[in-house]
C-alpha cells in the first residue's frame, strides 16, 4: 500500500475515535476536503503521522475552546467599533474579480457582517487585500482584532471558497499573488 495512503487512513481512524464536537469542528473546518486537509497537517510534520495527528488534535481543540465553529455569528459590536477595527486592520476582503455570478438564489442565503450586499452581487474569486506599512490597534482592544482576524479567515474559507467550489465545481488549490 501506498504509504501516503496509509497515512491518510491513519488519520482518518484517529479522527473517527474524536469525541463528536471535534469531529463537528473537523467538519466545519475541511469543507468538505478531508483528505486534503490531512495532507496538509501531514506536510506540516513531514509526514510523520502522530506528531500530525497532535498538530490536528490541538487545532480543534484550539477552535473548540475558542468557539472558532460560531465566530460568524457573533460580530463584533457595536457597528462603529468593527468599521474601525477593519479600516485599521492592514487585511481585508475587497469583493470579487469579476470571473462568475452567483445565482441568487443561493447567495440570498449567505449572510456575513463583512459584505450586507453579498446577497446582491457576488462575482469572481474572491479578493483579498494585504496592505504593508504600520497597522493601527489604538481602534479596540486587541482581542478585537484577533477575533475580526479570525472571522475574515472563517468566512474565506467557510463562505467564499465554498461558494466558488460548489457552484463551479473548481477546485481551490492555489492563490493568485500580485
Known amino acids: 500500500m501506498d504509504r501516503n495512503v496509509e497515512a491518510l487512513e491513519q488519520m482518518q481512524v484517529f479522527i473517527d475515535g474524536v469525541d463528536e464536537r471535534l469531529r463537528s469542528s473537523f467538519e466545519n473546518m475541511h469543507v468538505g476536503y478531508p483528505m486534503q486537509t490531512f495532507e496538509r497537517f501531514l506536510k506540516a510534520r513531514e509526514g510523520n503521522v502522530a506528531k500530525a495527528n497532535k498538530m490536528l488534535l490541538d487545532c480543534l481543540n484550539w477552535r473548540v475552546n475558542n468557539n472558532i465553529d460560531k465566530i460568524l455569528s ?67 482592544p486587541v482581542d478585537k482584532y484577533i477575533k475580526s482576524h479570525i472571522q475574515i479567515n472563517e468566512y474565506r474559507d467557510r463562505v467564499l471558497l465554498v461558494c466558488r467550489i460548489y457552484l463551479e465545481s473548481f477546485e481551490m488549490g492555489s492563490f493568485l499573488r500580485s
Request: aromatic share 12%; with cysteine; net charge positive.
Open 74 to 140: 457573533r460580530p463584533i459590536l457595536p457597528k462603529e467599533r468593527f468599521d474601525a477595527i477593519r479600516e485599521s486592520q492592514l487585511i481585508g476582503f475587497s469583493g470579487f474579480c469579476k470571473q462568475f455570478l452567483i445565482p441568487h438564489s443561493v447567495n440570498s442565503e449567505v449572510k456575513s457582517p463583512f459584505t450586507p450586499n453579498l446577497k446582491d452581487v457576488l462575482q469572481g474569486r474572491p479578493v483579498f487585500v494585504y496592505g504593508v506599512g504600520p497597522g493601527g490597534f489604538d481602534k479596540a
